[in-house]
């Protein structure tokens, strides 16, 4: 089993460039999740989806937007980036039916905007 | 707002020992609580769940306890060893559901031989 998968693995960005981040998870999840996670800071939620269809703002949303394509795929796109959206992002998922269940995470995708 | 706190210094232990982390958090009455494991370049991996009804919950080596009129957690490694040299994060729900996770900062485990 592949789990979640990101790509790309690593970017680099020029300011006010934009991109898309791509998630896809085979577990059948209902909920998948983008993080960023800078040091000393933890994970910090961006956007979450609870189910195809839904998406919603986590704690730390502007500058980003989200796409949930499918029950598979949750996508995350910088418009315009910026300096300070340096990090590292991952995505996970996991099974909102089911209470108190751990999440999945991928590999992580490693962001650097000069 | 809900807070989490895990001590920000590196843990360094030596092999054989039981290492001990801890996990502080405000403003918050979780229903359960998760510990995962995190190494460099790659994605949490969890590791155990304990609900608030649970004093202490066991897999292996691993022990972790969940003191809610603290607000805390320990999680305990048992005769460590170096491939458990990893960061160790503690994860609450937020508070209305859908399984959304707030992480700790994570602390960070070197057993040495």
């Known amino acids: 089993n592949a789990g979640v998968t990101q790509t790309p693995k690593f970017q680099v960005l020029k300011t006010g460039q934009s991109m898309t981040l791509q998630c896809a998870q085979d577990?059948?999840?209902?909920?998948m999740y983008w993080y960023r996670q800078d040091p000393g800071m933890g994970l910090r939620l961006i956007y979450y989806?609870?189910?195809?269809?839904?998406?919603d703002k986590g704690e730390v949303p502007n500058g980003y937007n989200v796409s949930r394509l499918n029950k598979r795929e949750f996508s995350l796109r910088l418009e315009s980036a910026a300096p300070s959206q340096t990090s590292v992002y991952f995505c996970?998922?996991?099974?909102?039916?089911?209470?108190?269940?751990?999440?999945?995470f991928g590999q992580g995708t490693r962001l650097t905007v000069v | 707002s809900q807070k989490i706190e895990q001590n920000s210094e590196a843990l360094n232990i030596q092999e054989g020992k039981t290492a001990t982390l801890t996990c502080n958090y405000t403003?918050?009455?979780?229903?359960?609580l998760q510990w995962y494991r995190q190494d460099p370049g790659r994605g949490p991996v969890f590791l155990l769940l304990?609900?608030?009804?649970?004093k202490e919950k066991r897999k292996e080596r691993l022990k972790v306890t969940f003191d809610t009129t603290l607000k805390q957690s320990l999680f305990h490694i048992t005769a460590s060893q170096p491939a458990d040299s990893a960061t160790y994060l503690c994860?609450?729900?937020?508070?209305?559901?859908?399984?959304?996770?707030?992480f700790g900062a994570g602390t960070r485990l070197a057993v040495h031989p």
């Open positions: 996970a998922s996991s099974e909102v039916t089911t209470k108190n269940t751990e999440a999945f």
């Open positions: 577990m059948n999840h209902n909920s």
């Open positions: 989806s609870a189910s195809e269809g839904t998406t």
């Open positions: 403003n918050y009455s979780p229903a359960y």
């Open positions: 304990i609900r608030e009804n649970e």
């Open positions: 994860a609450l729900p937020f508070s209305g559901g859908y399984n959304k996770l707030i």
